[in-house]
Protein backbone atom coordinates (compact mmCIF):
# COMPACT_ATOMS: atom_id res chain seq x y z
CA UNK A 1 0.00 0.00 0.00
CA UNK A 2 1.24 3.87 -1.02
CA UNK A 3 2.25 6.10 1.77
CA UNK A 4 -0.45 8.87 2.31
CA UNK A 5 0.67 12.39 1.91
CA UNK A 6 0.36 13.00 5.67
CA UNK A 7 2.90 10.36 6.29
CA UNK A 8 4.99 11.43 3.43
CA UNK A 9 4.88 15.34 5.01
CA UNK A 10 5.80 13.72 8.83
CA UNK A 11 8.64 11.94 7.13
CA UNK A 12 9.86 15.16 5.74
CA UNK A 13 9.81 16.96 9.49
CA UNK A 14 11.12 14.04 11.06
CA UNK A 15 14.54 14.84 8.97
CA UNK A 16 14.10 18.56 9.89
CA UNK A 17 13.22 17.56 13.53
CA UNK A 18 16.67 15.37 13.71
CA UNK A 19 19.08 17.30 11.47
CA UNK A 20 18.65 20.32 13.79
CA UNK A 21 18.10 18.73 17.21
CA UNK A 22 19.79 15.28 17.42
CA UNK A 23 22.15 14.22 14.67
CA UNK A 24 25.46 13.22 16.32
CA UNK A 25 27.77 10.20 16.43
CA UNK A 26 26.86 7.05 17.75
CA UNK A 27 28.81 7.12 21.19
CA UNK A 28 31.95 5.16 21.41
CA UNK A 29 32.94 3.92 25.21
CA UNK A 30 36.74 3.85 25.74
CA UNK A 31 38.16 0.55 24.59
CA UNK A 32 36.19 1.30 21.17
CA UNK A 33 33.52 -0.59 21.27
CA UNK A 34 29.59 1.58 20.74
CA UNK A 35 28.03 1.92 23.64
CA UNK A 36 24.37 1.50 23.70
CA UNK A 37 21.60 2.70 26.49
CA UNK A 38 20.73 -0.34 29.07
CA UNK A 39 17.39 1.00 30.86
CA UNK A 40 15.74 -1.38 33.40
CA UNK A 41 12.32 -2.38 32.97
CA UNK A 42 9.79 -2.75 36.01
CA UNK A 43 7.03 -4.80 35.82
CA UNK A 44 3.62 -4.59 37.89
CA UNK A 45 1.86 -7.80 37.78
CA UNK A 46 -1.99 -7.83 38.14
CA UNK A 47 -4.37 -10.98 39.26
CA UNK A 48 -5.61 -12.67 35.42
CA UNK A 49 -8.61 -11.25 36.22
CA UNK A 50 -7.88 -7.56 36.03
CA UNK A 51 -5.37 -8.51 33.39
CA UNK A 52 -8.30 -9.65 31.39
CA UNK A 53 -10.28 -6.48 31.67
CA UNK A 54 -7.21 -3.76 31.46
CA UNK A 55 -6.28 -5.95 28.30
CA UNK A 56 -9.98 -5.55 27.13
CA UNK A 57 -9.87 -2.01 27.39
CA UNK A 58 -6.76 -2.04 26.14
CA UNK A 59 -7.81 -3.34 22.64
CA UNK A 60 -11.28 -1.53 22.30
CA UNK A 61 -8.91 1.42 23.01
CA UNK A 62 -5.91 0.72 20.08
CA UNK A 63 -9.01 -0.78 17.52
CA UNK A 64 -11.12 2.50 17.55
CA UNK A 65 -8.43 4.43 16.89
CA UNK A 66 -7.70 2.83 13.69
CA UNK A 67 -10.52 4.43 11.63
CA UNK A 68 -10.44 7.95 13.84
CA UNK A 69 -10.60 10.98 11.43
CA UNK A 70 -6.86 12.21 11.90
CA UNK A 71 -5.23 15.31 10.16
CA UNK A 72 -1.35 16.41 9.39
CA UNK A 73 -0.69 17.46 12.72
CA UNK A 74 -2.48 14.66 14.34
CA UNK A 75 -0.72 11.31 15.42
CA UNK A 76 -2.63 8.04 15.87
CA UNK A 77 -4.59 7.78 18.75
CA UNK A 78 -2.52 5.38 21.75
CA UNK A 79 -3.93 3.06 23.59
CA UNK A 80 -0.48 3.88 26.08
CA UNK A 81 -0.93 2.70 29.54
CA UNK A 82 -4.34 1.05 29.20
CA UNK A 83 -3.19 -2.40 30.16
CA UNK A 84 -2.46 -4.53 33.19
CA UNK A 85 0.91 -5.79 32.61
CA UNK A 86 2.78 -3.27 32.07
CA UNK A 87 6.80 -2.48 32.45
CA UNK A 88 7.97 0.87 33.44
CA UNK A 89 10.94 2.51 33.05
CA UNK A 90 13.02 5.29 35.23
CA UNK A 91 13.94 8.07 33.39
CA UNK A 92 15.53 11.45 34.74
CA UNK A 93 14.66 14.51 32.88
CA UNK A 94 16.52 18.19 33.40
CA UNK A 95 19.40 19.53 34.87
CA UNK A 96 19.34 18.59 37.69
CA UNK A 97 17.87 15.27 36.75
CA UNK A 98 14.49 14.41 38.16
CA UNK A 99 13.54 10.85 38.46
CA UNK A 100 10.43 9.66 37.19
CA UNK A 101 8.75 6.31 36.28
CA UNK A 102 7.40 6.27 32.76
CA UNK A 103 5.35 3.30 31.16
CA UNK A 104 7.23 1.73 28.67
CA UNK A 105 4.63 1.47 25.40
CA UNK A 106 5.58 0.48 21.56
CA UNK A 107 1.93 1.31 20.88
CA UNK A 108 2.55 5.17 21.20
CA UNK A 109 4.73 7.58 20.18
CA UNK A 110 4.38 10.36 22.45
CA UNK A 111 6.88 10.59 25.25
CA UNK A 112 5.15 12.71 28.02
CA UNK A 113 5.19 13.34 31.71
CA UNK A 114 2.91 14.79 34.46
CA UNK A 115 4.61 18.69 35.07
CA UNK A 116 3.97 21.07 37.56
CA UNK A 117 4.51 24.67 36.86
CA UNK A 118 5.04 25.55 40.80
CA UNK A 119 7.61 28.64 41.63
CA UNK A 120 7.72 27.10 45.41
CA UNK A 121 7.38 23.04 45.57
CA UNK A 122 7.91 22.40 48.91
CA UNK A 123 4.22 20.59 49.01
CA UNK A 124 5.27 18.60 45.74
CA UNK A 125 7.28 15.09 47.14
CA UNK A 126 10.37 14.25 45.02
CA UNK A 127 9.35 12.21 41.83
CA UNK A 128 5.85 13.04 41.85
CA UNK A 129 5.88 15.57 38.87
CA UNK A 130 8.61 17.31 36.64
CA UNK A 131 9.08 20.16 38.16
CA UNK A 132 9.85 22.48 34.89
CA UNK A 133 10.92 25.73 36.48
CA UNK A 134 13.56 23.44 38.92
CA UNK A 135 15.79 22.59 35.37
CA UNK A 136 17.98 24.98 33.74
CA UNK A 137 17.83 22.91 30.25
CA UNK A 138 13.68 22.97 30.12
CA UNK A 139 13.10 24.80 26.78
CA UNK A 140 9.33 24.48 25.41
CA UNK A 141 9.04 24.23 21.42
CA UNK A 142 8.45 27.71 20.15
CA UNK A 143 4.62 27.17 17.67
CA UNK A 144 6.55 27.71 14.85
CA UNK A 145 9.12 25.27 15.17
CA UNK A 146 9.10 22.32 12.98
CA UNK A 147 8.66 20.12 15.47
CA UNK A 148 5.65 21.58 16.62
CA UNK A 149 3.84 20.18 13.52
CA UNK A 150 4.83 16.52 14.91
CA UNK A 151 1.93 16.97 17.71
CA UNK A 152 -1.65 17.23 17.70
CA UNK A 153 -2.17 20.81 19.04
CA UNK A 154 -5.54 22.29 20.24
CA UNK A 155 -8.60 23.23 19.33
CA UNK A 156 -8.62 27.22 18.20
CA UNK A 157 -4.83 27.41 18.64
CA UNK A 158 -3.01 30.17 17.38
CA UNK A 159 0.68 30.54 17.04
CA UNK A 160 1.73 34.25 17.35
CA UNK A 161 4.96 34.56 15.54
CA UNK A 162 5.46 37.62 16.43
CA UNK A 163 6.38 36.71 20.25
CA UNK A 164 9.30 35.70 21.44
CA UNK A 165 7.58 33.42 24.14
CA UNK A 166 4.56 31.70 22.31
CA UNK A 167 5.22 28.20 23.36
CA UNK A 168 3.82 24.56 21.70
CA UNK A 169 1.05 24.00 23.03
CA UNK A 170 -0.35 20.27 22.58
CA UNK A 171 -3.44 18.18 23.33
CA UNK A 172 -2.95 14.76 22.84
CA UNK A 173 -6.42 12.78 22.91
CA UNK A 174 -7.04 8.91 23.88
CA UNK A 175 -9.39 7.02 21.93
CA UNK A 176 -11.74 6.42 25.33
CA UNK A 177 -11.56 10.68 25.74
CA UNK A 178 -8.60 10.44 28.15
CA UNK A 179 -6.11 13.96 27.15
CA UNK A 180 -3.18 14.55 28.33
CA UNK A 181 -2.03 18.43 26.95
CA UNK A 182 0.44 21.41 28.20
CA UNK A 183 3.67 22.11 26.37
CA UNK A 184 5.77 20.49 23.33
CA UNK A 185 9.11 20.49 25.02
CA UNK A 186 12.96 19.87 24.50
CA UNK A 187 14.71 18.87 27.48
CA UNK A 188 18.33 16.75 29.02
CA UNK A 189 17.87 13.17 29.45
CA UNK A 190 20.18 11.29 31.79
CA UNK A 191 20.45 7.65 30.92
CA UNK A 192 23.08 4.38 31.57
CA UNK A 193 24.99 3.04 29.03
CA UNK A 194 26.24 -0.18 28.59
CA UNK A 195 29.97 0.57 29.90
CA UNK A 196 28.17 1.74 33.34
CA UNK A 197 28.84 5.35 32.48
CA UNK A 198 25.66 8.34 32.61
CA UNK A 199 24.93 9.83 28.57
CA UNK A 200 23.55 13.07 28.88
CA UNK A 201 21.21 13.53 25.99
CA UNK A 202 20.46 16.68 24.91
CA UNK A 203 17.14 17.97 22.98
CA UNK A 204 14.79 15.01 23.93
CA UNK A 205 11.03 16.03 22.76
CA UNK A 206 8.79 15.62 25.59
CA UNK A 207 5.13 16.67 26.30
CA UNK A 208 5.27 18.81 29.72
CA UNK A 209 1.69 17.62 30.44
CA UNK A 210 -0.25 20.02 33.05
CA UNK A 211 -3.32 18.61 32.04
CA UNK A 212 -4.14 15.15 32.87
CA UNK A 213 -7.54 13.44 32.96
CA UNK A 214 -9.34 9.97 32.15
CA UNK A 215 -8.73 6.37 32.78
CA UNK A 216 -6.04 6.29 30.01
CA UNK A 217 -3.91 8.24 31.99
CA UNK A 218 -4.65 8.02 35.70
CA UNK A 219 -6.26 5.64 38.14
CA UNK A 220 -5.71 1.89 38.93
CA UNK A 221 -4.41 0.98 35.26
CA UNK A 222 -1.90 3.46 35.06
CA UNK A 223 -0.33 2.22 38.53
CA UNK A 224 1.55 5.06 40.02
CA UNK A 225 3.51 6.16 37.11
CA UNK A 226 4.17 9.83 35.92
CA UNK A 227 3.90 9.61 32.45
CA UNK A 228 4.55 7.48 28.87
CA UNK A 229 7.42 6.48 27.05
CA UNK A 230 6.26 6.40 23.55
CA UNK A 231 8.35 3.85 21.92
CA UNK A 232 6.40 3.42 18.42
CA UNK A 233 7.65 3.79 14.87
CA UNK A 234 6.39 7.87 14.70
CA UNK A 235 8.79 10.39 14.38
CA UNK A 236 8.04 11.78 17.88
CA UNK A 237 8.71 8.22 19.71
CA UNK A 238 12.06 8.00 22.12
CA UNK A 239 12.71 5.35 19.80
CA UNK A 240 13.05 7.50 16.74
CA UNK A 241 14.32 10.36 18.55
CA UNK A 242 17.63 8.66 19.70
CA UNK A 243 17.35 6.54 16.63
CA UNK A 244 20.61 8.38 14.43
CA UNK A 245 22.93 8.28 17.94
CA UNK A 246 21.84 4.84 18.52
CA UNK A 247 21.97 2.49 15.47
CA UNK A 248 17.96 3.31 15.18
CA UNK A 249 16.77 0.32 16.73
CA UNK A 250 15.95 -0.73 20.41
CA UNK A 251 15.17 -4.11 21.91
CA UNK A 252 14.04 -5.65 25.01
CA UNK A 253 14.03 -9.18 27.20
CA UNK A 254 10.79 -9.62 29.21
CA UNK A 255 11.86 -12.40 31.96
CA UNK A 256 9.80 -14.52 33.65
CA UNK A 257 7.99 -12.29 36.44
CA UNK A 258 6.12 -15.36 37.75
CA UNK A 259 9.74 -16.43 39.38
CA UNK A 260 11.12 -15.41 42.90
CA UNK A 261 12.83 -13.40 43.06
CA UNK A 262 11.75 -11.78 39.40
CA UNK A 263 14.99 -11.75 37.28
CA UNK A 264 15.59 -8.10 36.33
CA UNK A 265 13.80 -7.22 32.39
CA UNK A 266 16.02 -4.46 30.18
CA UNK A 267 15.08 -2.57 27.50
CA UNK A 268 18.37 -1.71 25.47
CA UNK A 269 18.97 0.91 22.91
CA UNK A 270 21.28 0.83 20.46
CA UNK A 271 23.34 -1.62 17.96
CA UNK A 272 24.61 -4.13 20.56
CA UNK A 273 21.66 -6.64 20.08
CA UNK A 274 23.84 -7.74 17.23
CA UNK A 275 26.13 -9.18 19.99
CA UNK A 276 23.87 -11.69 21.97
CA UNK A 277 24.78 -14.45 19.42
CA UNK A 278 28.26 -13.77 17.64
CA UNK A 279 28.29 -15.94 14.87
CA UNK A 280 25.83 -18.54 15.51
CA UNK A 281 22.74 -17.45 13.87
CA UNK A 282 20.66 -17.49 16.90
CA UNK A 283 18.18 -14.87 15.94
CA UNK A 284 15.27 -14.94 13.62
CA UNK A 285 14.11 -12.30 11.56
CA UNK A 286 10.63 -11.35 10.06
CA UNK A 287 9.90 -8.09 8.27
CA UNK A 288 8.06 -5.56 10.02
CA UNK A 289 5.27 -4.01 7.98
CA UNK A 290 3.10 -0.53 8.38
CA UNK A 291 -0.48 0.17 8.42
CA UNK A 292 -1.10 3.55 6.41
CA UNK A 293 -4.20 3.65 8.83
CA UNK A 294 -2.11 2.81 12.09
CA UNK A 295 1.49 3.63 11.19
CA UNK A 296 2.57 3.58 15.12
CA UNK A 297 2.48 -0.26 15.71
CA UNK A 298 4.82 -2.46 14.61
CA UNK A 299 2.90 -5.46 12.50
CA UNK A 300 4.47 -8.50 11.49
CA UNK A 301 3.05 -11.48 9.40
CA UNK A 302 1.73 -14.81 10.77
CA UNK A 303 1.32 -17.37 7.97
CA UNK A 304 0.21 -20.15 9.71
CA UNK A 305 -0.17 -21.96 13.49
CA UNK A 306 0.59 -25.74 14.08
CA UNK A 307 0.06 -27.38 17.49
CA UNK A 308 2.24 -29.89 18.55
CA UNK A 309 3.76 -29.94 15.30
CA UNK A 310 0.48 -30.14 13.18
CA UNK A 311 -0.43 -27.04 10.71
CA UNK A 312 -3.81 -26.25 11.21
CA UNK A 313 -6.32 -25.28 8.77
CA UNK A 314 -6.72 -22.04 9.16
CA UNK A 315 -7.59 -19.63 6.06
CA UNK A 316 -4.94 -17.31 5.30
CA UNK A 317 -6.78 -14.24 4.84
CA UNK A 318 -7.56 -14.27 8.58
CA UNK A 319 -4.13 -12.99 9.49
CA UNK A 320 -4.56 -10.32 6.28
CA UNK A 321 -3.46 -6.61 6.74
CA UNK A 322 -6.58 -5.28 4.33
CA UNK A 323 -6.28 -2.19 2.28
CA UNK A 324 -8.99 -0.33 4.46
CA UNK A 325 -6.24 -1.08 7.53
CA UNK A 326 -8.25 -3.99 9.02
CA UNK A 327 -6.83 -7.22 10.20
CA UNK A 328 -2.55 -7.71 10.52
CA UNK A 329 -0.89 -8.66 13.78
CA UNK A 330 0.72 -6.37 15.98
CA UNK A 331 3.21 -6.98 18.86
CA UNK A 332 2.39 -4.93 21.76
CA UNK A 333 4.38 -4.43 25.28
CA UNK A 334 1.21 -2.90 26.80
CA UNK A 335 -1.42 -6.00 26.43
CA UNK A 336 -0.29 -9.06 28.47
CA UNK A 337 -2.32 -11.73 26.80
CA UNK A 338 -2.58 -12.42 23.36
CA UNK A 339 -5.14 -11.68 21.11
CA UNK A 340 -6.47 -13.66 17.79
CA UNK A 341 -9.37 -13.63 15.56
CA UNK A 342 -11.83 -15.45 16.12
CA UNK A 343 -12.38 -18.56 13.58
CA UNK A 344 -7.80 -19.01 14.06
CA UNK A 345 -8.60 -18.69 18.09
CA UNK A 346 -11.52 -21.82 18.02
CA UNK A 347 -9.24 -23.68 15.60
CA UNK A 348 -6.37 -23.71 18.56
CA UNK A 349 -8.53 -24.32 21.17
CA UNK A 350 -9.92 -26.98 19.59
CA UNK A 351 -6.30 -28.72 18.99
CA UNK A 352 -5.62 -27.64 21.95
CA UNK A 353 -8.50 -29.56 24.29
CA UNK A 354 -7.48 -32.58 21.49
CA UNK A 355 -3.99 -32.93 23.11
CA UNK A 356 -4.25 -32.21 26.76
CA UNK A 357 -4.28 -35.07 29.22
CA UNK A 358 -4.79 -33.51 32.66
CA UNK A 359 -7.99 -33.32 34.34
CA UNK A 360 -10.25 -30.06 34.58
CA UNK A 361 -10.10 -28.01 37.96
CA UNK A 362 -12.59 -28.60 40.27
CA UNK A 363 -13.99 -24.36 39.97
CA UNK A 364 -15.18 -22.70 36.82
CA UNK A 365 -12.81 -20.68 35.05
CA UNK A 366 -15.36 -18.36 33.68
CA UNK A 367 -12.41 -15.91 32.04
CA UNK A 368 -10.88 -18.80 30.00
CA UNK A 369 -11.68 -21.23 27.74
CA UNK A 370 -9.01 -23.79 28.60
CA UNK A 371 -7.89 -24.91 32.43
CA UNK A 372 -5.82 -27.83 33.35
CA UNK A 373 -5.22 -29.23 37.05
CA UNK A 374 -1.72 -29.63 37.36
CA UNK A 375 -1.44 -29.94 41.37
CA UNK A 376 1.22 -32.88 42.23
CA UNK A 377 3.14 -31.96 38.56
CA UNK A 378 6.06 -30.44 38.49
CA UNK A 379 6.32 -30.16 34.86
CA UNK A 380 3.18 -31.23 33.28
CA UNK A 381 2.90 -31.91 29.87
CA UNK A 382 1.04 -29.25 27.86
CA UNK A 383 0.73 -28.71 24.05
CA UNK A 384 3.57 -27.28 22.22
CA UNK A 385 2.32 -23.88 20.03
CA UNK A 386 4.11 -22.23 17.57
CA UNK A 387 3.90 -19.35 14.49
CA UNK A 388 4.89 -19.36 10.94
CA UNK A 389 5.71 -16.29 10.34
CA UNK A 390 7.09 -13.97 7.07
CA UNK A 391 10.48 -13.87 6.02
CA UNK A 392 10.90 -17.88 6.32
CA UNK A 393 10.60 -17.58 10.30
CA UNK A 394 9.52 -19.50 13.04
CA UNK A 395 8.17 -18.55 16.51
CA UNK A 396 7.88 -21.03 19.07
CA UNK A 397 7.19 -20.27 22.51
CA UNK A 398 7.70 -22.18 25.53
CA UNK A 399 4.27 -23.48 26.97
CA UNK A 400 4.66 -20.74 30.10
CA UNK A 401 4.26 -18.31 27.90
CA UNK A 402 0.35 -19.03 26.84
CA UNK A 403 -0.51 -21.21 29.93
CA UNK A 404 -0.47 -18.71 32.76
CA UNK A 405 -1.17 -19.70 36.41
CA UNK A 406 -4.29 -17.97 37.62
CA UNK A 407 -4.19 -19.85 41.08
CA UNK A 408 -2.62 -22.66 42.96
CA UNK A 409 -1.99 -25.79 40.93
CA UNK A 410 -4.50 -24.28 37.86
CA UNK A 411 -2.97 -23.26 34.51
CA UNK A 412 -5.15 -22.12 31.69
CA UNK A 413 -4.85 -20.77 28.34
CA UNK A 414 -3.89 -17.32 27.71
CA UNK A 415 -5.58 -16.52 24.42
CA UNK A 416 -8.58 -15.18 23.53
CA UNK A 417 -10.42 -14.36 20.57
CA UNK A 418 -10.87 -11.12 18.75
CA UNK A 419 -14.62 -10.93 17.37
CA UNK A 420 -14.63 -7.64 15.89
CA UNK A 421 -13.35 -7.84 12.05
CA UNK A 422 -11.96 -4.72 11.88
CA UNK A 423 -9.74 -5.72 14.52
CA UNK A 424 -6.18 -6.88 15.04
CA UNK A 425 -3.86 -9.78 16.05
CA UNK A 426 -1.76 -8.93 19.25
CA UNK A 427 0.90 -10.68 20.32
CA UNK A 428 1.00 -9.78 23.95
CA UNK A 429 3.85 -9.27 26.52
CA UNK A 430 3.52 -13.13 28.52
CA UNK A 431 3.58 -14.45 25.19
CA UNK A 432 6.99 -12.44 24.38
CA UNK A 433 8.88 -13.39 27.84
CA UNK A 434 12.50 -15.11 27.80
CA UNK A 435 13.03 -13.80 24.28
CA UNK A 436 14.92 -10.87 22.99
CA UNK A 437 13.06 -9.13 20.69
CA UNK A 438 14.83 -6.73 18.55
CA UNK A 439 12.90 -3.73 16.63
CA UNK A 440 15.15 -2.61 13.86
CA UNK A 441 13.76 0.03 12.48
CA UNK A 442 16.59 0.60 9.38
CA UNK A 443 16.05 -3.16 8.14
CA UNK A 444 12.29 -3.01 8.56
CA UNK A 445 12.89 -6.77 10.51
CA UNK A 446 11.75 -7.40 14.12
CA UNK A 447 14.47 -9.88 15.10
CA UNK A 448 13.85 -12.52 18.28
CA UNK A 449 15.92 -15.03 19.77
CA UNK A 450 15.94 -17.48 23.32
CA UNK A 451 19.76 -16.88 23.76
CA UNK A 452 20.96 -14.09 25.72
CA UNK A 453 18.21 -13.25 27.09
CA UNK A 454 16.08 -16.28 27.85
CA UNK A 455 16.64 -18.97 31.09
CA UNK A 456 18.18 -21.67 29.82
Known amino acids: MALPFSSLFSLLLLLMFFVTEICNALPVAQNGTVEYLKLRLLHIKASPSEAIAFDFHRLSVLFSSLHTSQSLKSPVVSGASTGSGQYFVDLRLGTPPQKLLLVADTGSDLVWVQCSACRDCSRHSPGSSFL ?28 NHTRLHSPCRYEYFYADGSVTSGFFSKETTTLNTSSGREARLKGIAFGCAFRISGPSVSGDSFNGAHGVMGLGRGPISLSAQLGRRFGNKFSYCLMDHTLSPPPTSYLLIGGAQNDVAPGKGRVRYTPLHTNPFSPTFYYIEIQSVSVDGVKLLIDPSVW ?75 FS ?34 MQQGFLLEFDKDRTRLGFSRHGCALP
Open 320 to 394: ALDEQGNGGTIVDSGTTLTFLPEPAYRQILSAMKRRVRLPSPVEPTPDFDLCVNVSGMEHPSLPRLSFKLGGDSV
Open 132 to 159: ARHSTTFSPHHCYDSACQLVPLPRHHRC
Open 397 to 430: PPPRNYFLDIEEDVKCLALQAVMTPSGFSVIGNL
